[in-house]
T-cell receptor, first 113, second 110 residues
Framework: ETGVTQTPRHLVMGMTNKKSLKCEQHLGHNAMYWYKQSAKKPLELMFVYSLEERVENNSVPSRFSPECPNSSHLFLHLHTLQPEDSALYLC????????????FGPGTRLTVL | EDQVTQSPEALRLQEGESSSLNCSYTVSGLRGLFWYRQDPGKGPEFLFTLYSAGEEKEKERLKATLTKKESFLHITAPKPEDSATYLCAGLSGSARQLTFGSGTQLTVLP
């Protein structure tokens, strides 16, 4: 595997389900990010981790819970989501946590019924 | 508040018809202006970083330029495979996060 990988690529869940998104980076980077991309809207930064420590949390609802066990892996735990949470969730990584060149994974297309 | 605006929202070109995409920004203490390409169903792919006004970077048929208020992505003699959504993003001097524009959806017709 190279670059940034995400699983699953597609996810359909009910409002009462609990699921997790996984991201893995193979670039030796020290920072990882979660973004939300909705149709016709700019990418929204959700969380930033630098050296496994969360450094940014852009007022994301608590039904989204990130986890970064090491610098190569990032998870987004989902529970009791709303239909408006349906979107493409993108993971990215960069050499540092300063926002510089970020490399993105292919995303997880999430649909909440 | 940092803001990035891209225009046009959508652009259709004939193969070989050169054009430019615009990215206007109000980002405090800009540390970098980034361009990405995004294909349907995929994550954004990094293209360029520009750091100061007057800087230019090229890659194949693409050239990115930067002024104090905006950036342009010039596409010379585009091909159908250049069809994608092009995103720009600004990195401020104080924040550690990128502010993205909504993108320009480019379609190049054969």
């Amino acid at each position: 595997e190279t670059g940034v990988t995400q699983t699953p690529r597609h996810l359909v869940m009910g409002m009462t389900n609990k699921k997790s998104l996984k991201c893995e980076q193979h670039l030796g980077h020290n920072a990882m990010y979660w973004y939300k991309q909705s149709a016709k809207k700019p990418l929204e930064l959700m969380f930033v981790y630098s050296l496994e420590e969360r450094v940014e949390n852009n007022s994301v609802p608590s039904r989204f819970s990130p986890e970064c066990p090491n610098s190569s892996h990032l998870f987004l735990h989902l529970h009791t989501l709303q239909p408006e949470d349906s979107a493409l969730y993108l993971c990215a990584s960069s050499q540092d946590g300063q926002g510089n060149e970020q490399f993105f994974g292919p995303g997880t297309r999430l649909t909440v019924l | 508040e940092d803001q990035v605006t891209q225009s046009p929202e959508a652009l259709r070109l004939q193969e070989g018809e050169s054009s430019s995409l615009n990215c206007s920004y109000t980002v405090s203490g800009l540390r970098g202006l980034f361009w990405y390409r995004q294909d349907p169903g995929k994550g954004p792919e990094f293209l360029f970083t520009l750091y100061s006004a007057g800087e230019e970077k090229e890659k194949e048929r693409l050239k990115a330029t930067l002024t104090k208020k905006e950036s342009f992505l010039h596409i010379t003699a585009p091909k159908p495979e250049d069809s994608a959504t092009y995103l720009c993003a600004g990195l401020s001097g104080s924040a550690r996060q990128l502010t993205f524009g909504s993108g320009t959806q480019l379609t190049v017709l054969p």
